[in-house]
């Protein structure tokens, strides 16, 4: 299903965007492809397809680039080996020793970690501002800043940043705006339909959606960055094996529906925590006293399965409630059909410690899953009292 894919809706293309049953078989999923090398017909004969060698391009990975690029409404998808091989590529692609990027102040710690620990050695420099300050995005911007890097909603406060407001101010700049779409996922919001010139994704997280596999994704419109993008990533090798991106293309097929339950379930839990006498603050772009809850109304379809709360009685309360759920299990990561808990403070935010990133240490990150809403409240509760 090509070229006329996008008449479709979301769950028809999640399903046959780039998945035509195999013309030799029937096979009406696609094959694992688990070939490193082609035969070719003589000397540069190359088959149909044009397949040469599984670091340039294999079959599987091109039919999971194809839905994802038709998921976001992009012309060109890549797919890669980790979230973060996909964001060394992209700023790679963008970006030149002596360049400024703006990021979020409250960045993936790994995208974090990429540019302030091994951009910042080919002098490439970065300003961390609060993306939902448009003006600050302003004002950080010089006349060498090549990229603006955006995530929405942000981890673990699920902060909002304006997609299309960040793409007008970008391009009045002559930058280029990225936007970390995983939090969201294409179903809940389109980045590149607000003007974003890249779309980004840690696949491993909803996309993926099992748990079970580690990828990443890049989505553009632009054709000479594509090309870019192609180009280094078969020079570097950051590509995923045929079985990584089979899994990967397995989970979106059911994007749509795992969304819609993660949503349905997160707005129980929030319900709860709510009205619950040891609970402080709850973190949720749905929650019309969000401070981002009108950007968030008017950018996504729906506010997404993370939610955030802090915990009345301070650290050690919190620490509890992590330590006490049974359904909800204590790790890092996210996006999953099982429910997770954890302590941003003493896990994945763990060395934001002592910064201005620093994030307070009663706070208590949901990713909530697709189970028995009933089974998950009641799990948070008895771990709550
Ligand atoms: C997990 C994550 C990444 C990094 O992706 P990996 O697949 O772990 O390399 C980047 N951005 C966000 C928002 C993430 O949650």
């Known amino acids: 299903m090509t070229g006329s894919a996008d008449r479709f809706g979301f769950e028809t293309r999640a399903i046959h965007s780039g ?16 070939t490193s090398t082609f035969a070719q017909d003589g000397v540069g004969g190359l088959r149909e397809g044009g ?4 670091r340039t391009a294999n079959p599987t990975r091109g039919a999971l680039e194809e839905c994802l690029a038709s998921l976001e409404g992009g012309q060109h998808g890549l797919a890669f080996s980790s979230g973060m091989a996909a964001s060394d590529i992209v700023l790679r692609a963008m970006i030149r020793p002596g360049d400024h990027v703006v990021i979020p102040d409250d960045a993936y710690g790994g995208t974090f970690r990429l540019i302030d620990k091994v ?36 981890n673990p406060l699920l902060g909002i940043a304006d997609i299309s407001a960040l793409a007008t101010l970008a391009h009045e700049a002559e930058t280029r705006l990225v936007v970390d779409n995983t939090f969201a996922t294409p179903y809940l919001q389109s980045p590149l339909g607000l003007g974003a010139d890249v779309v ?11 748990s079970d596999v580690v990828g990443g994704a890049a989505i553009t419109s632009d054709g000479e960055l594509a090309e870019k993008f192609a180009f280094l990533r078969n020079a570097a090798g950051s590509v995923p094996g045929p079985f990584d991106s089979w899994l990967t293309l397995r989970g979106l097929k059911t994007l749509a529906v795992r969304m ?81 808990i954890e302590h941003p403070g003493k896990m994945t935010h763990a060395s934001t410690a002592g910064s201005a990133l620093q994030v307070p240490d009663d706070l208590v990150r949901l990713s909530v899953g697709i189970e028995d809403a009933d089974d998950l409240v009641e799990d948070l509760l008895a771990a709550l009292d």
């Not at 501002?129 to 003006?135: E, F, K, N, W």
């Not at 302003?138 to 090549?146: G, S, Y």
Request: glycine share 8%; proline share 6%; hydrophobic share 35%.
């Open 200 to 210: 980004l994704h840690s696949t491993t997280k909803y996309l993926g959606g099992h």
């Open 119 to 154: 951009f910042s050695q080919w002098g490439v420099e970065h300003t961390p501002v609060r993306l939902s300050d448009v003006g600050a995005v302003r004002a950080a911007i010089r006349p060498d800043t090549k990229v603006i890097w955006v995530e929405t909603p942000t």
């Open 260 to 340: 819609d339950r993660h949503c349905d379930n997160a707005e129980r839990i929030v319900e709860t925590l709510l009205s619950h006498p040891k609970v402080d603050k709850v973190y949720y772009p749905g929650l019309p006293e969000h401070t981002g809850h009108e950007v968030a109304s008017k950018q996504m379809r729906r506010f997404g399965g993370m939610v955030s709360f802090t915990v009345a009685e301070g650290e050690q309360a919190a620490l509890e409630v992590c330590a006490r759920t049974r359904l909800f299990t204590l790790a890092e990561s996210l996006g999953g059909i099982e429910s997770l």
């Open 51 to 54: 397949f040469e060698y599984s």
């Open 19 to 34: 998945q035509e049953p195999d013309p030799r078989t029937g096979a009406v999923i696609v094959p694992i492809y688990q």
